[in-house]
């Protein structure tokens, strides 16, 4: 298993804090996925309601997020 300090290492096993950062941005969902799952879960707890399970957004480029 990986460590979370790992992926800002490089082959060598040198610290390469970049190309970490880098990738940790390009993992990350955007902005409009983060702020639609907030919305629904909102929605849910106004109507009393939970979600039972993972919720699946797929952009336009059919990236699942």
């Known amino acids: 298993m990986m460590k979370k300090?790992?992926?800002?290492?490089n082959?060598?096993?040198y610290t390469d804090e970049v190309t970490g950062a880098?990738?940790?941005a390009a993992d990350r969902p955007?902005?409009?996925?983060?702020?639609?799952?907030?919305?629904?879960k909102i929605m849910c707890e106004a109507g009393d309601?939970?979600?039972?399970?993972?919720?699946t957004i797929v952009d336009?480029?059919?990236?699942?997020?």
Do not use: D, Q, S
Request: no cysteine.
């Open 49 to 55: 309601l939970r979600v039972l399970g993972k919720i």
């Open 60 to 65: 336009k480029k059919g990236r699942h997020w």
């Open 11 to 13: 082959k060598e096993g």
């Open 22 to 24: 880098a990738i940790a």
């Open 5 to 9: 300090n790992e992926i800002f290492k």
């Open 30 to 40: 955007p902005a409009e996925v983060v702020r639609f799952r907030k919305m629904v």
